[in-house]
Nanobody, 120 residues
Framework: QVQLVESGGGLVQPGGSLRLSCAAS????????MGWYRQAPGKQRELVAA???????NYADSVQGRFAVSRDNGKNTVYLQMNTLKPEDTAVYYCSAGIISSRGYVAGYWGQGTQVTVSS
């Protein structure tokens, strides 16, 4: 079992930055791949970024070059640095712990989500 708690969401103006954090507990954090998803109103949940246990990363095209995922295994924490934010980035952001399969990242555990609103 893995428990995940996100923090760092909020209201930011277009062009601004936010950093989300996700603290993990309950299992060996370092063995898990981690992912950040988001879900906007009326839309499906989408994978935004993923990071493997050894630090390899992957991003959705919509955030490539603007978002950066990282992890600190000593602190059992994964981060999502979001720069040059756009109104279309507005969503609830979810942290997840999972595995890398032949289909790519697959989430197994979820946090409760944190709201990110990009608006002037």
């Amino acid at each position: 079992q893995v428990q995940l708690v996100e923090s760092g969401g909020g209201l930011v103006q277009p062009g601004g930055s936010l950093r989300l954090s996700c603290a993990a507990s309950g299992s060996r954090f370092s063995i898990h791949a981690m992912g950040w998803y988001r879900q906007a109103p009326g839309k499906q949940r989408e994978l935004v970024a993923a990071i493997t246990s050894d630090g390899s990363t992957n991003y959705a095209d919509s955030v490539q070059g603007r978002f950066a995922v990282s992890r600190d295994n000593g602190k059992n924490t994964v981060y999502l640095q979001m720069n040059t934010l756009k109104p279309e980035d507005t969503a609830v952001y979810y942290c997840s712990a999972g595995i890398i399969s032949s289909r790519g990242y697959v989430a197994g555990y979820w946090g409760q989500g944190t709201q990110v609103t990009v608006s002037s």
